[in-house]
């Protein structure tokens, strides 16, 4: 039993490792056990406590809004998810190798033309289930805290992972994977400059954490097709305020 339960808490921590997350990774930087108190329900019943996000009744909208303010069912998962053609840091498929169908087939045509122009990329994580969110919130609640944790992870039901249209990205070689050194890099500039043209956006740009609720993020792209990520790019504005939503207080 003992074995069992070692080798359980092995995969779980593995499968973290390579999930990455809405924030900065420790995962890969130091290894840590997940401990039997960081339960999905553990995080559900602080979240009740502290939070008064509204429930989103349009989830299948693709321009949809989901942060601190803005929850998604517990029980929702994306009806069109699919595996994109794209390399990612892993080689098994899981989950986080997943996008709706849309958002999946625009990141396969990114990935090409960032290549013919000599940028190569690589997926870290995309889809994450509600589950898989709770558990990954958990872990950096047990290491920092639940007031830091939030700075740079997402309860669960407020990521935009779990909508499947949002994927973080990285360089060729790896390095840097959801992490500050990303910035400056070849790969964050060009989809600075050429993301939008696929319908993605910097989901938490530079200097808008007040709005966002969450630090910049250069390798978190969220798909919203191209006509609003052209106008959100050209404007130089977050998704909150294209929809003209209310300010996130973080």
């Not at 809405?22 to 890969?28: A, I, P, Q, V």
């Not at 696929?198 to 910049?216: A, S």
Request: charged share 25%.
């Amino acid at each position: 039993m003992i074995k069992i339960r070692f080798i359980f808490l092995f995969l779980v921590v593995f499968t973290l490792l390579l999930a990455g997350c809405t924030g900065k990774l420790h995962f890969f930087q130091n290894e840590g056990n997940l401990s039997q108190n960081s339960s999905p329900r553990a995080e559900v019943q602080q979240q009740d406590k502290d939070t008064s996000s509204q429930s989103i009744s349009s989830q299948e909208v693709i321009p949809v809004l989901v942060n601190k303010s803005n929850k998604l069912p517990d029980q929702y998962q994306p009806s069109d998810l699919i595996y994109p053609d794209i390399p990612f840091m892993f080689n098994q498929k899981s989950e986080k190798r997943q996008m709706r169908a849309d958002a999946g087939a625009a990141i396969e045509r990114l990935f090409a033309g960032a290549k013919q122009q000599g940028v190569n990329l690589l997926g870290v994580s995309a889809y994450r289930s509600h589950a898989s969110q709770a558990a990954l919130f958990n872990y950096y609640v047990n290491q920092d805290g639940y007031e830091a944790a939030r700075k740079y992870s997402a309860i669960p039901g407020t990521s935009e992972h779990e909508t499947g249209l949002a994927i973080d990205v990285t360089g060729g070689d790896g390095k840097c994977a959801a992490e500050d050194c990303f910035a400056g890099t070849e790969e964050a500039v060009w989809l600075e400059d050429h993301a939008a043209d696929y319908g993605f956006i910097i989901r938490y740009p530079k200097g808008k954490d007040e709005i966002t609720g969450y630090q910049y993020e250069p390798w978190h792209l969220r798909y919203v097709g191209k006509e609003i990520a052209k106008e959100i790019m050209e404007r130089g504005i977050t998704l909150e305020e294209y929809v003209d939503a209310t300010v996130v207080n973080n």
